[in-house]
């Protein structure tokens, strides 16, 4: 919205800082840090007053979860209308990747929000039926595929782009829409799988969010894709204001979200996240790499699978609860250490998935 200002510029003065993302990205973080900081107090304080118990604990997990009953859910609200709001305000919205994001995130988030009111109405773990959140969410993810490939580049449209591998594509024709579906889908259940212990899953979804800005901006670029031999899509810098958007939500929710946590995210914030995640990959054309950089969550999504598998065929757990990190809460883990070194597992693997960009 503010783009707009450029258009007061000589060339010379103020107003044109505004044409520069990087200059903008650095706006749009410092908005969604202050609307985190501004509207969490009384955001917590209205979702504890109509949510009363809190988000429901499951009565077969860790025992220590017990002691969080009462903390109130869709703390997600929170960290959608920062990024969204930021966005809006200083990103180009005549951009299609930036609407292309939006939606995907406003989308997972509705679904989100009907989850999360469904457990707390009820006061049941169960919320809205799995088999329709997933046809809703692949619903979701179609429109965003479509759009996607429509705005690509001709030699980009429907294509796979590997990592490491220079100019290497891979045409996977209409099987494109597909998988870049699974993509999205994947990416926004497998941060909703992470989110179970207090910050655990916002900081490498923010950690993930910044290492994929970084990839937009640098793929938007004619100029840095010459230099470091990666496929140039026009217009996808615009991303890196609603990344920075993310980063600065995501660290004025953690403020409240640090243990003790005051609010979760809930599936409100864990699906739109997740989505916006595997939006921005898509975009990019850098699905694989989102595999690397979210490989958090791939691996907490990944120990889930096993684990109902392995139980149907054996009778047997492979681990002693699932998501993984519950695994290590189970063997004695205090949870402030499982949450600091699965940080710094995201941290390792977002630089090996930045350094794709030169190691070709």
Known sequence: MLFWLTELSDGGDFFNLFRYITFR???AFLTALFFGFLFGPPLINVLRKRQGKGQPIRADGPETHLAKSGTPTMGGLLIVGALVTSTLLWARLDNAYVWIVLFVTLSFAAIGFWDDYAKVSKQNVTGVPGRLRLALGFLIAAVAAVWAAWYHPPELQYQLALPVFKDVLINLSWFFIPFAMFVIVGSANAVNLTDGLDGLAIMPVMIAGGALGIIAYAVGRV???????VHYVPGTGEILIFAAGLFGGGLG?????APPAAVFMGDTGSLALGGALGAIAV???HEIVLGIIGGLFVVEALSVIVQVLYFKRTGKRV?????IHHHYEKKGWAEPQIVIRFWIIALILA????????VR
Do not use: Q, V
């Open 351 to 358: 630089m090996i998935g930045l350094a794709t960009l030169k």
């Open 283 to 285: 975009a990019t054309k």
């Open 319 to 323: 681990f002693l609860m699932a998501p």
């Open 253 to 257: 929710f953690l403020w409240y979200n």
């Open 223 to 229: 100029d840095f894709t010459e230099y470091l031999d």
């Open 25 to 27: 990205a650095g706006g």
